[in-house]
């Protein structure tokens, strides 16, 4: 198979991610807006589906695998850094906005205020652990 083939193959492979994406994020979106029920397997398998899709888009691959040179294991360390600042904002937002208030004393969804807290002591704690290795 030439490259033009493998390309052609990964693209298909991408837009299929996507497809998937769509079909069960529409169909969860489709039963909360008609029925007024929330899917959380929909929710749920719809964001694995567009993880596929970006890495995908990403790597070639939908486990982000095969081999990296330095620069994209530059990129991979640099997002994921990011991506843990940006998860920990979005989980404190949804708190406060699922709550619909302010005030820690009034919020009483404790599973998401533990999980608000541990995205604040995740990466302090795996970096302290991470680098017993090299110390």
Do not use: C
């Not at 994406?21 to 529409?26: A, N, P, R, V």
């Not at 970006?54 to 850094?81: M, P, V």
């Not at 940006?86 to 906005?97: N, P, R």
């Amino acid at each position: 198979m030439g490259e033009r083939d493998v390309d052609k193959t990964k693209k298909i492979i991408a837009i299929l991610a996507f497809v998937v994406f769509l079909t069960i994020g529409g169909t969860t979106i489709y039963k909360w807006l008609n029925y007024g029920t929330i899917d959380s397997a929909g929710i749920f398998f719809s964001f694995l589906a567009l993880s596929y899709f970006f890495n995908w888009l990403n790597w070639g691959d939908h486990e982000g695998g095969g081999e990296k040179d330095e620069l994209d294991r530059h990129i991979e360390t640099q997002s994921a850094k990011i991506g843990y600042y940006v998860l920990m904002i979005l989980s404190g937002l949804i708190l406060f906005i699922s709550e619909g208030t302010g005030s820690f004393n009034e919020i009483n969804n404790y599973p998401l205020v533990i999980v608000v807290g541990l995205t604040f002591v995740t990466i302090p704690i795996t970096e302290f652990i991470y680098s017993k290795k090299f110390k």
